[in-house]
Structure formats: structure tokens, C-alpha cells
């Protein structure tokens, strides 16, 4: 499937996406993309952001692909179940945080376990960074099998945000569009 042909929703993680993010600069230079807002960036509830995930994708009138940070990543795991009958044909997955292990993540986060392991209803891919400070490789790893998501490590790239030096992200637009190349219009 081509870029133009579907609706791009992005979909941060805690906190919004900060200025520059790759997230941002995405929205902007695709015309067919959009930024899914959460009610709220800093203390987010899982149900509140599942629905909005799952509203949005069935409020599309085109083929959706999901494009999700750090903690939308698990939102969007948890609002999977509800996406097998909709316009969704898959999911670019970004630094999943590890929010059950993991002792450095945000407190608020913890609403969001536990992390769901059952399979993705569409094809996916999840980056992950070998330093990333809030997921080992190994369990991003255990993430994207239990998924059913293509893999790829980025190296030693954090966050995969604006802090660890990703603003245009380069590198990952060209990861997205290999996944858009085995989806479906």
C-alpha cells in the first residue's frame, strides 16, 4: 500500500509529543496524517485512551495505520481487540515502554498494565533501541513476538524522541515505509 493511500494516525505517548519529535514532523509533511489527541497527555487513563485510539480508527473512511510512541504503543495494544473489524491494516510500534519490569518508567503509566500479549489483528512492526532507558531489548523483543510484529533494533538511540536526538528521523520513515509496502489497501 502506498503512503497516500491510507490515513496515518499518530498517536504519541505520555505526554504529547514534544516540539521536533519525529511524531510531529510526520503530521506535517504527510498531508494524509494526524495527531489522535488524548484528553490527557500527563495523567492518562487506559480507557479513555483506547476509546479515543479505537474512535479514531472508526471515524476513518480510508485504510488506517497506526503510527504509536513509548506508552501509546501499550494504549494501542490494549484498543487492539476492538480493531480486528475496522478500516485499521497495521501499526508502526515505537519504543514500547516496558511498564511492568521496568523501574525507571513513570508512575503514570501503571494504569496501563498489565501489557497485553495477545497477537495484533493486523501486521505491525516495533522498533526498539538497544539503551533505550525504559525497555531492554529482550523484552521489546517478547513484545513484538507475542504481537506477531516485525522486529527491528535502531542501535543506540534511546527513546526514539527529541532527547535522544530524533527530530526528522530519517531512518525511521524509511522502516515505515517498508511496512506500508506489505499492507493491504
Same mark, same amino acid.
Given at each position: 500500500?502506498?503512503?497516500?493511500?491510507?490515513? !496515518?494516525?499518530?498517536?504519541?505517548?505520555? %505526554?504529547?509529543?514534544?516540539?521536533?519529535?519525529?511524531?510531529?514532523? &510526520? /503530521?506535517?509533511?504527510?498531508?494524509?496524517? #494526524?495527531?489522535?489527541?488524548?484528553? +490527557? &497527555?500527563?495523567?492518562?487513563?487506559?480507557?479513555?485512551?483506547? +476509546?479515543? !485510539?479505537?474512535?479514531?480508527?472508526?471515524? /476513518?473512511? @480510508?485504510?488506517? *495505520?497506526?503510527?504509536?510512541?513509548?506508552?501509546?504503543?501499550?494504549?494501542?495494544?490494549?484498543?487492539?481487540?476492538?480493531?480486528?473489524?475496522?478500516?485499521?491494516? #497495521? /501499526?508502526?510500534? *515505537?519504543?514500547?515502554?516496558?511498564?511492568?519490569?521496568?523501574?525507571?518508567?513513570?508512575?503514570?503509566?501503571?494504569?496501563?498494565?498489565?501489557?497485553?500479549?495477545?497477537?495484533?489483528?493486523?501486521?505491525?512492526?516495533?522498533?526498539?533501541?538497544?539503551?533505550?532507558?525504559? $525497555?531492554?531489548? +529482550? @523484552?521489546? *523483543?517478547?513484545?513484538?513476538? $507475542? &504481537?506477531?510484529?516485525?522486529?527491528?533494533?535502531? #542501535?543506540?538511540? #534511546?527513546?526514539?524522541? *527529541?532527547?535522544?536526538?530524533?527530530?526528522? &528521523?530519517?531512518? %525511521?520513515?524509511?522502516?515505515?515505509? @517498508?511496512?506500508?509496502?506489505?499492507?493491504?489497501?
Amino acid at each position: 500500500m502506498k503512503i497516500s493511500e491510507a490515513d !496515518i494516525l499518530i498517536l504519541p505517548g505520555l %505526554g504529547g509529543s514534544s516540539p521536533g519529535h519525529w511524531q510531529l514532523r &510526520w /503530521a506535517e509533511r504527510m498531508a494524509n496524517a #494526524g495527531i489522535v489527541e488524548q484528553a +490527557d &497527555w500527563d495523567e492518562p487513563e487506559l480507557d479513555d485512551w483506547a +476509546d479515543t !485510539i479505537e474512535q479514531a480508527v472508526r471515524l /476513518a473512511t @480510508r485504510p488506517v *495505520v497506526l503510527v504509536a510512541h513509548s506508552l501509546a504503543v501499550i494504549a494501542l495494544a490494549h484498543a487492539a481487540p476492538r480493531l480486528a473489524d475496522t478500516n485499521a491494516r #497495521g /501499526a508502526f510500534l *515505537v519504543a514500547a515502554p516496558d511498564i511492568e519490569l521496568h523501574p525507571d518508567v513513570p508512575e503514570a503509566t501503571t494504569a496501563f498494565r498489565p501489557i497485553p500479549r495477545n497477537p495484533l489483528p493486523f501486521p505491525s512492526m516495533l522498533v526498539a533501541s538497544t539503551n533505550d532507558p525504559y $525497555c531492554s531489548v +529482550d @523484552r521489546a *523483543v517478547e513484545f513484538s513476538t $507475542c &504481537w506477531g510484529s516485525d522486529f527491528h533494533q535502531a #542501535g543506540d538511540a #534511546g527513546h526514539i524522541n *527529541v532527547e535522544s536526538g530524533h527530530g526528522p &528521523w530519517p531512518e %525511521g520513515l524509511l522502516m515505515f515505509t @517498508r511496512l506500508m509496502q506489505r499492507l493491504r489497501p
